[in-house]
């Protein structure tokens, strides 16, 4: 705030930075609400609605002198404006006086009110928005009351038009505030939403391929300041204010957005109590006010069919019987006795961690120390831990004179906020320069591409000294660069990660905010994994030397990996702590102990950007199903490894004490908040939209090596070999956000939107092997059952290369690249 | 059928040579596609939105705002006539409900032949020559309805002609 202006409102002086808002400057400043329709503190202004009239004027100063002129009173004169202004499209500016409240204003507000309601429906008792919606607060605080319309004369249009298959239009709700359309356009960048017709006939429409296609479709139905547009997933559920909001984070990918758990007791469940929407909660380091459309639908699987409810004991004829948790737990300690300290475990991503602090410290009174991170496919965690991007980092500052590199990921299907926020920090003026062996989504907003040949990111990388581009990066005042494992084995994008943090290094872009590495791991906790000791290195090496028990939790190695069932079979035992029923519990597992999801209980993730954060209880467990920290901690009693832990905050005590990434991390701090700007999910909904404000807490980023001052050494970063293919094709398996995973299955309203398996094949190859776009093809790889997928032959792959979504069927796709041949399928 | 036609491609070429980006050739484009198919038409708009790079949300958008881009199929020839005030004071409106009758239509509606389309517009800028109308963005001034008959029966018989 070095630079700020003095201007009055309502009479009071006020210093405020120069170049604000007016809107805004009022709010954060003077505490005065400015109504508006259609600004919005995230986008552009456009003066349409007219709602944020005000009176407004400037000190009056003599011409010659630049002295402020004085009236008869000694007070400085006002030159006051003919008429009201827009206080949306005014930016602030020295001697600007406002007034806000008087009757002129008040009358402006009503006509403006009164002229939105002409043709407004009033169908709030039956609305989605009532009860949270500004244009019903507005008319109550301004609206004239009673209606001077006639009623003969009110517009009928369509109430219920799909705009795609997750976003319904109410048309007649609609004020036409541009709210959508301008976030699609301004923030997201996919303008797939558009004004058609004019005046009176004025009406959104959409006319992609599917309808409304974009991957932050949901948000539209916050910031509309009606209810015209609302979710199919929430219409007609229940209303706003029957919900009880539960602070939460998206389990979902490694952005760690805040959400908002909006909870019933729900006659649909018994009674219980049910998840009936997600909405984002504000936290404008991690997710701003935004989330994906995954974050927002993906929540059905927290009560799908399949979730595992009962313990179950697999018995000597190999059918499973569900087991008291005593009987069940007894059995897996058993086993794991007999075992002796040739124990090793494989957790998921989406473990809190608790959950893998209990594990860890199960493994290690048994003597064990492998900890398997799965899916072993991104190496970079250890590298984000030394030059991860720096404490206090936002990637909502970068902006001009700074540089964002993202290398070998799709971060549109990987990590979708971040690619939002990485649009805008492009559109703000940041050099942003796309790596990947094929073009991306990303390519759009970037200011250079850069397609290397597959597998070859590092080499492409340590070129890069020698292009114009390492300008731009070298003397950029911020660098991030995000850095995947598209392509490359686990060794390959450990040396993509050190290659990108000698760049970091070199060019002094570590150890300070808004610069440094971020790692597009798989998974919600992939680096709460890596802080408590789990590795991808560790699930290769189970993957080559089984031991004899192995307990599996929240993974489900045999929808991940195809070659599992081959390497599983030389376990003698498989514990599986699993959400699920089916895979690999049903077909593997010989004690299947069923455990609480992301929503049923306290718990702890640390997102790519290491920040430490907190979700809470919003559901009741399904069935038996324990949290799984709680699970181990009472098989860990079992084996006289001392007293269960009794809830997750006490666990996270213990881990404060023990793993020095989390010292001074505690429940306590992680729920600490602060005011953020913009002052969204107030009661003036018109401002920000429906948005919660941040009430659990903000977390806490873990410092990196070089943000504590330590000298870190240069990386190893060899370049991988390329893969010896022998006249095979080089398989890469890719990610898509919109899949048919255990985690997104059961959101139905999506799956539309899924495609069908396939696989990108390049023309020429497929030309070699007499394939044709559409067919269907197998895919064969080494110790594993052939895939069979749709043939796209449409310029995605480039030669010698087959890209195969994963988790697209019930057949697992290869977890890693490989080498495979692909054939045309009979029938 | 289609404006990848190499009857089109020299027009094509023409509009986004005027333009620094190909999106500000989108209207005429638009213009393009309205005559291939007769109105703006959904395949239209994807082709049009396909040459200018743009999404065809944004494409429909502008071809909704203008009102010389019909986004319903129309007749052969598009009647387009004037009933403001002043054409109305050189007897316009009384000519137009003759018209009308003597297609057959209502107000924006087809003949039954497609060959005829009538609808009535805002000022064109020929008020001294009333009544006036624009027939596919030509102008015909100082009507009748003799003269509008004669003109007719000459479409319809081209018409004939043309399909044997």
């Not at chain 1, 009503?110 to 709030?124: A, G, I």
Request: hydrophobic share 40%; glycine share 8%; charged share 25%.
């Amino acid at each position: 705030m070095t630079n700020t202006v003095r201007i009055i409102i309502n009479d009071q002086t006020y210093d405020v930075p120069a170049g604000m808002n007016l809107v805004d400057a009022a709010k954060w400043y003077a505490n005065d609400d400015i109504p508006v329709f259609c600004y919005h503190p995230k986008m552009e202004p456009v003066g349409m609605c007219r709602m944020c009239l005000v009176e407004m004027g400037t000190i009056e100063k003599d011409r010659a002198t630049g002295q402020v002129v004085l009236d008869e009173n000694g007070q400085s004169k006002v030159r006051w404006m003919p008429k009201l202004q827009t206080a949306c499209t005014t930016t602030v500016s020295d001697g600007l006086v406002i007034r806000t409240q008087t009757q002129q204003v008040q009358d402006a507000r009503q006509n403006v009110v009164e002229f939105l309601l002409t043709s407004h429906p009033l169908d709030c008792p039956i609305c989605d928005k009532g009860g949270e919606c500004p244009l019903q607060n507005l008319t109550m605080e301004h609206g004239p009351g009673v209606s001077r319309m006639a009623f003969s004369d009110k517009m009928r249009l369509d109430k219920h038009v799909p705009l795609g298959d997750l976003i319904f239009l109410d048309e007649e709700r609609c004020i036409q505030c541009a709210r959508c359309v301008r976030f699609q356009d301004e923030v997201v960048g996919d303008d797939v939403l558009a004004f058609h017709e004019r005046g009176r006939s004025l009406q959104i429409i959409t006319n992609s391929e599917p309808g409304f296609d974009t991957y932050f479709s949901g948000n539209t139905t916050d910031i509309c300041p009606v209810g015209a547009l609302t979710t199919a997933d929430f219409r007609f559920g229940a209303r706003p204010w029957e919900l009880t909001e539960v602070p939460s984070i998206c389990p979902h990918c490694p952005v760690g957005c805040n959400i908002s758990l909006s909870t019933r007791l729900d006659r649909d469940f018994g009674g219980k109590t049910l998840i009936k929407r997600v909405m984002p909660r504000q936290n404008e380091q991690v997710n701003e006010i935004w989330i994906c459309d995954k974050g927002r639908f993906g929540h059905h699987f927290s009560r799908s069919e399949d979730r595992l409810e009962d313990p179950l004991v697999r018995e000597r004829s190999g059918r499973l019987f569900a087991k008291s948790w005593t009987d069940a737990l007894a059995a897996a300690a058993e086993a794991l006795k007999a075992a002796g300290s040739d124990v090793a475990a494989i957790a998921g991503s989406g473990m809190s961690n608790e959950d893998l602090w209990a594990l860890r410290q199960l493994l290690a009174g048994l003597g064990s120390r492998r900890l398997g991170a799965w899916p072993p496919t991104h190496a970079g965690a250890e590298v984000v831990a030394q030059v991860g991007v720096g404490q206090g980092t936002n990637l909502g500052q970068l902006g001009r004179g700074d540089a964002v590199l993202v290398i070998a990921s799709d971060l549109e299907e990987e990590a979708p906020i971040w690619r939002l926020r990485l649009k805008q920090a492009a559109d703000r003026g940041a050099f942003l320069l796309v790596m990947n062996a094929r073009p991306t989504r990303m390519d759009d907003f970037a200011a250079q591409t850069i397609h290397y040949e597959t597998g070859e990111a590092v080499q492409a990388l340590l070129a890069l000294k020698d292009s114009d581009a390492w300008k731009q990066l070298a003397e950029a005042h911020n660098l991030v660069i995000v850095a995947g494992a598209e392509g490359l084995s686990l060794d390959g994008s450990r040396a993509l990660a050190g290659a990108a943090a000698n760049i970091l290094l070199e060019t002094e872009h570590v150890g300070k905010p808004n610069s440094g590495l971020l790692a597009v791991l798989p998974g919600a906790n992939a680096m709460g994994l890596h802080y408590l000791g789990f590795t991808p290195a560790a699930t290769l090496d189970i993957m080559q030397n089984p031991p004899k028990v192995l307990i599996v939790t929240q993974a489900d190695l045999l929808l991940d990996d195809p070659t599992a069932a081959h390497w599983l079979a030389k376990v003698e035992t498989i514990i599986s702590l699993d959400l699920f029923a089916s895979g690999l519990t049903q077909q593997l597992a010989a004690v299947a102990l069923p455990i609480q999801s992301f929503a049923e209980r306290d718990g702890s993730y640390v997102n790519g950007e290491r920040r430490v954060q907190r979700f809470y209880t919003a559901q009741g467990p399904m069935g038996q199903a324990l949290p799984a920290w709680q699970a181990l901690s009472r098989l860990g009693e079992q084996l006289g490894q001392g007293t269960a832990k009794l809830s997750a905050a006490a666990v996270m005590v213990e881990i404060a004490q023990n793993v020095p990434a989390f010292a001074g991390v505690s429940f306590k701090e992680l729920a600490k908040v602060e005011r953020q700007y913009p002052d969204v999910g107030g009661k003036d909904l018109y401002y920000g939209g429906t948005a919660y404000r941040n009430r659990g807490g903000l977390g806490i980023q873990i410092p990196t090596a070089a943000d504590q001052g330590q000298t870190v050494a240069r990386f190893e970063a060899a370049a991988d070999e390329p893969p010896k293919t022998r006249g095979k094709l080089v398989i890469v398996p890719s990610v898509r956000l919109y899949n048919r995973e255990r985690t997104f299955r059961p959101s139905a309203l999506v799956h539309a939107r899924v495609p069908e398996a396939y696989a990108e094949i390049n023309s020429a190859d497929a030309k070699k092997l007499g394939i044709q776009d559409g067919d269907t093809v197998e895919i064969a790889i080494q110790n594993a059952p052939a895939l069979r997928v749709r043939a796209h032959v449409n310029g995605g792959a480039p030669k010698g290369t087959v890209i195969v979504p994963r988790h697209l069927s019930d057949t697992a796709a290869p977890l890693a690249v490989t080498v495979g041949e692909v054939s045309k399928a009979e029938g | 059928m289609a404006l990848s036609d190499k009857k089109y491609s020299q027009r094509i070429e023409a509009a986004f040579a005027k333009y620094p980006d190909k999106r500000s050739a989108v209207m005429p484009l638009l213009y393009l596609a309205q005559e291939e198919y007769g109105w703006v038409s959904p395949e239209g708009i994807q082709e049009v939105a396909d040459l200018c790079d743009m999404d065809p949300t944004q494409v429909q958008s502008i071809a909704g705002f203008y009102t010389m881009y019909s986004e319903k199929p129309k007749g052969k020839y598009w009647l387009q006539v004037c009933t403001d005030l002043a054409c109305a004071l050189r007897g316009a409106d009384e000519f137009y409900e003759e018209l009308k009758a003597e297609l057959g239509v209502e107000d924006g509606g087809t003949t039954e032949d497609g060959l005829f389309t009538v609808e009535h517009v805002m000022c064109l800028a020929a008020c001294d020559k009333a009544p006036m109308l624009q027939c596919n963005f030509h102008f015909m001034e100082n009507l009748d309805m003799d003269k509008m008959r004669a003109w007719i029966a000459e479409k319809r018989a081209e018409a004939a002609k043309a399909k044997k």
